[in-house]
């Protein structure tokens, strides 16, 4: 089974600032690895596919960088609706999700 | 616009029941591998099951093998998912889900449409 997981769990950041958030593939899933944005009551939106590519309508400042086992989102200055919980997804194999990262206001 | 409308929801004594529908528009239903993902309350995301374009093939993760069955009919442009024996652990938001590619086989993949999510709750 492929386990996903994120870190930090979750991640205090002040508006304007950079958000780094981390995933790690227990095993390789070279670049098939997406994101998804989450807010409350709401269903989560595709962000990035295949490690870097940003999905239709998705801001410049969300990218995305990695391969194999250690996948990285940036979001370059977080803006009011950013605040959300974020989501790896790889599917290499059988889709597997991270348990998540809380982005939060500081 | 692709739209995903999740159905079927309801509160579910354990070992019961019940059929959830997802009802698709604004994309060629009949062309695209369809998948389930759930969400329990709080918790993160869980991949449930997939069928193929024309319904002759599915996956189900181990959780829910034998007693969940997916199904589709593409001539109503709605994905189904049958649940049986249903226990507390599987009390949760179920999400009707696409993928980007257009293929008969079903293959790992991600997610470009979400439903808004129908509730089952199964309680203890």
């Known amino acids: 089974e492929m386990v996903m997981t994120q870190s930090p769990a979750t991640l205090s950041v002040s508006p304007g600032e950079r958000a780094t958030l981390s995933c790690r593939a227990s095993?390789?899933?070279?670049?098939?690895l997406a994101w998804y944005q989450q807010t409350p009551g709401q269903a989560p939106r595709l962000l990035i596919y295949?490690?870097?590519t940003r999905a239709t309508g998705i801001p410049a400042r969300f990218s995305g960088s990695g391969s194999g086992t250690e996948f990285t989102l940036t979001v370059s200055s977080l803006q009011s609706e950013d605040f959300a919980v974020y989501y790896c997804?790889?599917?290499?194999?059988?889709?597997?999700f991270g348990q998540g990262t809380k982005v939060e206001i500081k | 616009e692709v739209q995903l409308v999740e159905s079927g929801g309801n509160l579910v004594q354990p070992g019961g029941s019940l059929r959830l529908s997802c009802s698709a528009s604004?994309?060629?239903?009949?062309?695209?591998?369809m998948h389930w993902v759930r969400q329990a309350p709080g918790k993160g995301l869980e991949y449930v099951s997939a069928?193929?374009?024309?319904?002759?093939?599915?996956y189900y993760a181990d959780s829910v093998k034998g007693r969940f069955t997916i199904s589709r009919d593409n001539s109503k442009n709605t994905l189904y998912l049958q649940m049986s024996d249903l226990r507390p652990e599987d009390t949760a938001v179920f999400y009707c889900?696409?993928?980007?590619?257009?293929?008969?086989?079903?293959?790992?993949?991600?997610?470009?449409?979400w439903g808004q999510g129908t509730l089952v709750t199964v309680p203890s």
């Open positions: 889900v696409k993928e980007p590619g257009s293929s008969n086989t079903i293959v790992p993949y991600y997610f470009d449409h």
């Open positions: 604004g994309f060629t239903f009949s062309n695209y591998a």
């Open positions: 069928i193929n374009s024309n319904g002759g093939s599915t």
């Open positions: 095993q390789s899933v070279a670049s098939n």
């Open positions: 295949g490690a870097s």
């Open positions: 997804q790889q599917y290499n194999t059988w889709p597997s």
